[in-house]
């Protein structure tokens, strides 16, 4: 109507606040999201919920401290990763700014500890048990779950399968035992972190190579938009798991192989998400604008049309790193996932491997991968409504 | 006799929270063989009006806290607000008529234009036979003068102009032969010559058949050509109702008078400084054409000559008036001009240098001597960046002020000359309305201090008030600062107040060009002709 009267009065909020804000509002997202942070809190933290080290003792008289003495890089990676995002999340400015200042602050971390922290190589778990019995040990201060992953009781001459709490010997399995003889529960925390993290880097991965494939495709068109759908026509052709298979029988088995490789060749369908927004975007006025005031191109594609774009991309990755989630779920399940450290495709295999159907193995894990799936699907689903304004305002009519 | 009678009408909306009320009040009465026109600027309730008489408002969002709809014809009365589902379907189609303001998607695109012909009379009409419908089918259609009938029962809507579907929507709505018909906008989508014909024929249809229209536009020119009685909207408010040539000649209320008062030939023209001598921009026998290309090597079998050897000057100082029909190749001539698509031939000089050929590194110097402003106020500004980035980014680009403070305060004052206040620097397009974002397009045109500016139809999708401030200020702008300016357009209203010379543009060709004054007055060319004629104009009913 009149031009003056449609300035609001409250102060402006960008795009990304508004999402976030919509994002919140609903109920999935948010029991979604607290399910992803409490795997996030458990997985930095595991080694202080879940470890034969104990945090604090008094030996022969000395106070120390083994499960901090024990702490390794990836742990410390994790610690820090978690603080910093901490630290990200109360600091101000541009919501992509501090993403990309807590991403470069935690690798850099994370090479720095790569680099510097050096555990005792020996890794001893029954020495503990043994002070204690022989009484040198005082003051014993141990974390909840007193089991590390990999401590395979072998103090304990019946080691093998347990059901949860048969306890013998006065220990605690609430998870039972696995095949060596580890408790389930640690294990179970410790396999967090690969569930996290092959999520994450798998989908980041796909999403950097898809985003600029497609973006190139979409802006320049023409031949080279030919050449880019060709090349995504050949990823698209390659089954996952089978090119899986195929690395782990040659190179053998890492989960950071299996993050690259889930990585390059599933970033084909935000390829064309990309391209198809980018397609669209193209031919709208403020950017033909942006080309009419002589702009650089890394600024007309990566700061006009990207975040015009990115609506797509944000929800397809919500659901995309459940699929990676799943598919190295599935590598440990056949048996051909990471060897000896946790993972909860890999206990799943344990519940069927045997001749008597190992019910703890099966339902502790199988509910943790349900779990977070059904946790990324909400909050894909979630985000999916955020984004679209037809479910934010629709029915206005007149 | 009367036909319609809507009496104290109020209808509010919901957008999920609150009760917004759309309709406040509104009494109006239409009698048999009469068209009565509503007008009024965008969200001021007309359609809404029109919505709640056929009771097609969204399910469980709307509600009449008053009124009554009383259709009273050769059928008996009937009550028609609050009406239940089966009534209403009774009287849509069969007694009330409707057309729609976008011919492109009012027609599904998977039947036939006979099929969906048919669907309407097998529903109203159950006693007719195959052989029967199929015949009043092809009479319906000969009578909205579709050429060569018999034939076009069988096409699909894509294979028809956008005349020609309006044509068919309205063969649609009068098949059944309804006692009323309401139009809302029905013309606006189309080409003024398009325009011209079809509301003939609809005027040439109603006084046939005897029936009652409710026509809804916003366009004055229309008003004059077809209303009996007018009635004018604001905020949902009936403000002034009466027979047409008392509203358009003694309008009583001051927003009709403002309304008025405000379509663009009616703007008072203030003396302009003259014209530079040396031209800013010339163009030379300008070509853009595109390849059709076909067929399993995709060969080029043929060119569309979208731009077929224009050309132009524009001096400094002065407003150039492209004017054309839609797909005339206006805009592409425009984006040409500023090397957003490559021209095929022929030569574009600024300011004395040839820019036809100059690669995009050499070329970025020079884009702030020539900047653009779309037409659609939706996409002209980048949603995500406020817009003190909007117009910051392109002066650090150009070296434009020395640190970004500087930027901002020339920002801030730019705003100033585009008539925003201040505090718009930090808020994001979504904010504004679409006036206020054509203002900002326009102060982002100018941040770079350019000499040469190209509008494109960037008016069209405001209201006449609104429009009337931006081209108030446009003329401003170009007599205070000397810019050069090629306005695009189809309003001969906008041409005879903004322009100093016009071109008209046909089929990729200027067909002809002239001072502004000298070719609305004296045009040379048919075709100049034929589209001054069908320009709906106030006058033409004053006279």
Known sequence: MSERAAVPARPSRPWSAEVAGALLRRTSARLGLAWI??????????????NSHPLYMVLDGEARFPAFAHLDAADVSWLAGLVLAFVAWRSRGPAFLRFAGWFAATALVAVLAWATVSPPPLVIYEQYREWEAAGRAERVVRAPIPYSAKDYLRDHGDTG?????????????????????????????????????????????????????????????GVVDMIGMRLVEIFEAIPTLFLLLTFVAFFGRSVYMMMVIIGITSWSGYARYVRAEFLRL???????????????????????????????LLVAASFGVA????????????????VDDPSWGQLLNQAVQSSTFNWWLAVFPGGAIFLTVFAYNLVGEALRDAVDPHTQRAGRAG | M?????????????????????????????????TFCLVGESGSGKSVTALSVMGLLPHGRHRHPSGEVRLHDRDGEVSLLGAGESVLTGVRGRRIGMIFQEPMTSLNPVMTIGEQLDEALRLHEPGLDAAARAERVRAALEEVR?????????????????????????????????????????????????????????????????????????????????ADTVGVMRQGRLVE?????????????EYTRSLIAALPERLPRAERPPAGEQPLLEVRDLAVHFPVR?????????????????????????????????????????????????????????????????????????????????????SSLNPRLPIATTLIEPMRVHGVGRDDDERLARAAALLERVEMPPDSLWRYPHEFSGGQRQRLAIARALVLEPRFVVCDEITSALDVSVQAGILKLLRRLVDEEGLGMLFITHNMGVVEYLSDRMAVMRAGRLVETGRTAEVLARPRHDYTRALLAAVPRLDAQAA
């Not at chain 1, 942070?37 to 879940?50: D, H």
């Not at chain 1, 696995?178 to 389930?184: H, L, R, T, W």
């Not at chain 2, 068919?168 to 989508?189: F, N, Q």
């Open chain 1, 282 to 312: 193209r031919e709208q006025d403020f950017v033909q604008a942006a080309v009419a005031s002589g702009l650089p191109l890394t600024s007309i594609l990566f700061r006009h049309m990207l975040p015009n774009g990115v609506a797509p």
């Open chain 1, 323 to 338: 699929s990676a989630i799943l598919a190295e779920t599935t590598l440990s399940f056949l048996g051909l996932g990471v």
């Open chain 2, 2 to 34: 009367t036909l319609l009678s809507v009496r104290d009408l109020a209808t509010e909306l919901s957008d999920g929270e609150r009760w917004l009320r759309a309709v406040d009040g509104v009494s109006l009465d239409i009698r048999a063989g009469e």
């Open chain 2, 241 to 253: 109702c009466g027979p047409v040539a008392e509203v358009l000649r003694r309008p009583q209320h």
């Open chain 1, 161 to 221: 399968m347990e059901p949860p709490l048969a306890g013998r010997d006065g220990r605690t399995h609430w998870f039972g035992t696995e095949d060596n003889g580890a408790d389930v529960a640690s294990r179970m925390i410790h396999a967090a972190r690969i569930a996290l993290g092959i999520g994450f880097i798998a989908t980041g991965i796909a999403l950097v190579i898809g985003t600029i494939i497609g973006g190139l495709m979409g802006y320049f068109s």
């Open chain 2, 146 to 226: 579709i050429p060569d009938a018999a034939s076009r029962v069988r096409e699909y809507p894509h294979r028809l102009s956008g005349g020609q579907r309006q044509r068919v929507m309205i063969a649609m709505a009068l098949i059944c032969e309804p006692h009323l018909l309401i139009a809302d906008e029905p013309t606006t989508a189309l080409d003024v010559t398009v325009q011209a014909e079809i509301l003939r024929l609809m005027r040439e249809l109603q006084q046939r058949r005897g029936m009652g229209m409710l026509f809804i536009t916003h366009d004055f020119g229309v008003v004059a050509r077809i």
């Open chain 1, 37 to 50: 942070g409490l795997l996030a809190l458990v997985a930095a933290f595991a080694p202080f919920i879940a």
């Open chain 2, 294 to 378: 076909r067929g399993l090597l995709r060969r080029v079998v043929d060119h569309v000559r979208a731009v077929d050897g224009v050309s132009l000057d524009v001096h400094p100082g002065e407003v150039v008036a492209l004017v054309g029909e839609s797909g005339c190749g206006k805009t592409t001539l425009g984006r040409a001009l500023l090397r957003l698509i490559e021209p095929t031939a022929g030569q574009i000089a600024l300011e004395g240098r040839d820019i036809t050929r100059l690669s995009a590194e050499a070329l970025r110097p020079l884009r702030r001597r020539m900047q653009v402003v779309f037409q659609d106020p939706g």
